[in-house]
């Protein structure tokens, strides 16, 4: 089923206010990302075309993204983990460079016991090692990483709304 996750990067530009009408439409997708415009635009009162461009707007932004979500396991993955990493240097940099590679699918920069969270998705134990070790450890700033096995996966939704 299609969804709808809302993003928010305050490193690339400013938070975006959004009006009664925009957070309604997200909630909509939210429920369910493959909603017709014309469902859409009579739930919230506005015209096909109107909700059109106001999606369009969101998704340019980067306020949402609409994606299908997965359980990794049931589509080929079999390994997905959270790696902790503990750097000194530059945050940002390190986040771009985890962000640019294939097998994580979320980052983020933390304060606590570690200074970047990095969620990864691999093909099997073989792979994940091959990512820890020549990939993610030898990245400038690393100074020692903490992984996370997933054994199951019990909960991933994405419909917490709009405030």
């Known amino acids: 089923m299609g969804r709808v996750t809302t993003r928010q990067h305050r490193d690339r530009s400013p938070e ?17 990302g493959r909603q017709s415009y014309a469902a859409i635009a009579k739930a919230v009162g506005l015209s096909e075309a109107a909700v059109r461009q106001r999606v369009q707007r969101l998704l340019d932004a980067e306020v949402m993204q609409i994606v299908a979500v997965t359980d990794p396991m049931q589509v080929g993955f079999r390994r997905q983990a959270m790696i902790g990493i503990r750097a000194s ?13 294939p097998e994580v699918d979320y980052v983020v920069t933390t304060a606590g016991s570690f200074d970047v969270l990095a969620e990864v998705v691999c093909e099997d134990d073989d792979h994940l090692l091959e990512l820890l070790t020549k990939r993610i450890r030898p990245l400038p700033g690393v100074t ?9 996966l019990n909960k991933q939704h994405y419909n917490w709304g709009t405030r």
């Open 16 to 32: 975006i206010r959004l009006d009664d009408v925009a957070k309604r439409i997200i909630e909509l997708l939210q429920e369910d």
């Open 144 to 152: 020692a990483t903490e992984t996370f096995v997933y054994l199951k």
């Open 89 to 101: 240097g530059d945050l940002v940099d390190l986040g771009h460079s985890l962000s640019q590679m």
